[in-house]
């Protein structure tokens, strides 16, 4: 579900940032007359737990539990029919399940389906699902496979029919989606300290690794004090937020950072399955079209340019400058990352009202008065030339999602498969799998699964027009006999492969923290066909080297110059290529000159070992 809320009267992320839960709580208190007198607790002057070291080993695997099992027929998976199936996933190589669901909800709200997101009592577990005694025995055993397991929370409210709203009714205030919304402005130290013990105890008395926030975090310091709750108890937490940009010792990482499956914009989209060099080029300020209109006080005139010299304003392009404002709506301090700044010539020597910058990704930014839609920026300098800055990177882990619930036919026609692979190696490889960032992926994705909707599941979020035509993937129901098909066994080998080999190469396909910008490079190349742009990644000790083909019905004949000197590997006689993938660990010995004429075949995508290949290369003793 996606849903941004934001109350004037609660502080802003900056405040967080710049000074401390401790003091953006006073400055509520301050903005409401009610206060948030106690909701800090004693955690005040703690310094925030760090992200734990196992984030960058994630690959998280979304699992909604009524139709990810159905042993007793649709919408009948539980916790011990999840627990049954953690060796295959185990096998595949998946590290952290979000479980999309655990609590006590109601089972038609949204698309006529169960659904995590229509929860009566986050305190409850919902007993169709299985016992306590249950629940913790399927995070006993995800433990003991080396599987973290993240709750999905949402933040917002509950349902109308919710017991809570009869028992603590000063709790709520208003509602969205249908349902009845938390007051989380109204000063209720009793709902924060409910709060903060609920989520507490699912991990002191669960083991839960972490949570993925719905809609909007809207009270980060509640967060904090439970993460800081799971540290003290010995039992490090992270949290992924849904669409607000990680906060230092809160958040770790953000879902939607980059999306494959749900439309952000032309460009983005394509360059993520095309040119994932490009994508690290856009994101870090050496190329990309921005567009700057400034509109002046004295008579409301307006003027623009754009960085390809269109229009009277001439932009510049400057690449990642100084730190000046954050990535969120509403915040205009700085975050802890540079900004992309922009120089803009021809400016008038007139009071400016505001101005507007856009890029070709659809975000935009604005000097006055932002809104949901925008974010802040900085202006620096006089006219006739001044700097922009507008920021691109947020705090936290880098993070791709290939596929989640919200695939649905409000982005498809009714009957077309939600999923976002659908059998295509070049896609989860080259796009997601082996890319520096968090790995997330719905299940079914990795044997190319069908989509098979539960019977009663409505195209509509509020039902009662299509019922049994739904195409949300919440409500898919996996298939496992797919699995003993051909075609769907040879995915799932292919995924658990890339896996492999992910986790085996970590050192060098490592994930940095705080946007730094990974190693990772565009390779020059020639080909039959269109691909892809190969990229190498690499270290001091060696590089990996990544191309695709995403067509389905040609091979593709690549000849690749690996450029040595630019990734700190020349000035050695033999280098050692290993086929990584799909070819099970031959190698080949070429000379240094032959490295500029390196030659390979990429077969067709959506088969066996197609689509994608990968390649280690070492200096040869």
Request: charged share 20%; net charge negative.
């Amino acid at each position: 579900m996606r849903r941004r809320s934001n109350n004037p009267a609660w502080p802003s992320r900056r405040d967080f940032l710049r000074n401390g839960v401790g003091a953006a709580i006073g400055l509520a208190m301050s903005a409401n007359p009610r206060g948030f007198a106690g909701s800090l607790g004693q955690s005040g002057a703690a310094a925030p737990p760090p992200s734990p070291q196992w984030v960058r080993d994630l690959i998280i695997y979304e699992v909604a539990p009524k139709g990810f099992t159905s042993p007793q027929g649709p919408e009948s998976g539980t916790f011990m029919s999840l627990k049954a199936k953690l060796p295959y996933l185990e096998d595949l190589g998946i590290t952290g399940i979000w479980l999309a669901g655990h609590a006590l909800a109601d089972s038609h709200h949204f698309f006529n389906i169960w659904s995590a997101y229509a929860v009566i009592d986050i305190s409850k577990l919902d007993p169709s699902l299985g016992s306590p005694e249950e629940f913790r025995g399927l995070i006993d055993e995800a433990h003991r496979r080396g599987i973290k397991i993240f709750l999905d929370v949402v933040t917002h409210g509950v349902m109308n029919n919710s017991p809570l709203i009869q028992e603590h009714p000063h709790w709520f205030r208003g509602g969205t989606w249908g349902m009845t919304d938390y007051d989380w402005y109204g000063g209720h130290t009793d709902l924060d300290d409910w709060w903060v013990k609920v989520w507490s105890n699912y991990v002191t008395e669960y083991g839960v690794d972490g949570y993925r926030i719905d809609t909007a975090i809207l009270r980060p310091d509640l967060w904090k004090r439970i993460r800081e709750n799971a540290a003290t108890a010995g039992h490090e937490i992270a949290i992924f937020d849904e669409v607000n940009a990680p906060i230092p010792g809160v958040t770790d990482f953000l879902q939607h950072e980059n999306n494959i499956s749900i439309p952000q914009s032309p460009v983005l989209d394509e360059v993520l399955l095309q040119d994932i060099p490009g994508f690290y080029s856009r994101k870090f300020g050496r190329i990309g079209h921005y567009k700057v209109v400034i509109q002046y006080a004295d008579d409301g005139s307006r003027v623009e340019g754009s960085s390809d010299a269109q229009g009277a304003l001439r932009v510049h392009l400057n690449g990642l400058g100084s730190d000046k404002v954050s990535r969120t709506w509403d915040d205009r301090m700085p975050d802890g990352v540079p900004d992309i700044e922009l120089t803009v010539e021809g400016v008038a020597t007139r009071p400016i009202e505001n101005i507007a910058v856009s890029d070709d990704e659809r975000h935009q930014w604005r000097l006055h008065g932002v809104n949901d839609r925008e974010r802040p920026l900085a202006l620096e300098g006089e006219p006739p030339s001044v700097k922009l800055h507008v920021a691109t990177l947020e705090p936290g882990w880098p993070s791709i999602q290939l596929s989640c619930h919200d695939n649905h036919g409000a982005r498809r026609p009714i009957g077309e498969n939600p999923y976002a692979a659908q059998g295509s190696r070049s896609i989860f490889g080259y796009s997601c799998l082996f890319t520096p960032m968090i790995p997330l992926f719905f299940s079914g994705e990795e044997f190319n699964a069908s989509f098979r909707s539960i019977p009663w599941a409505d195209a509509h979020i509020y039902g009662g027009k299509e019922p049994g035509k739904g195409t949300w993937l919440y409500g898919n129901m996996l298939d496992w006999s797919e699995l003993n098909d051909p075609a769907h066994r040879a995915m799932f080998e292919d995924v658990k492969k890339m896996m492999a080999v992910r986790k085996r190469e970590a050192g060098i396909l490592a994930l940095r923290p705080d946007q730094k910008e990974p190693a990772l490079m565009a390779v020059p190349h020639q080909t039959d066909i269109g691909v892809p742009v190969p990229y190498l990644c690499w270290n001091q000790e060696g590089a990996i080297l990544v191309a695709g083909n995403p067509d389905p019905n040609q091979d593709a004949r690549l000849k690749i110059q690996i450029p040595l000197n630019k990734i700190g590997l020349a000035g050695h006689a033999h280098y050692k290529i290993t086929d990584l993938w799909p070819g099970g660990g031959e190698t080949t010995i070429l000379a240094e000159g032959d490295m500029k004429n390196f030659s390979c075949a990429v077969k067709r995508d959506t088969t066996p070992g197609g689509g994608l290949r990968v390649f280690k290369i070492e200096p040869n003793p």
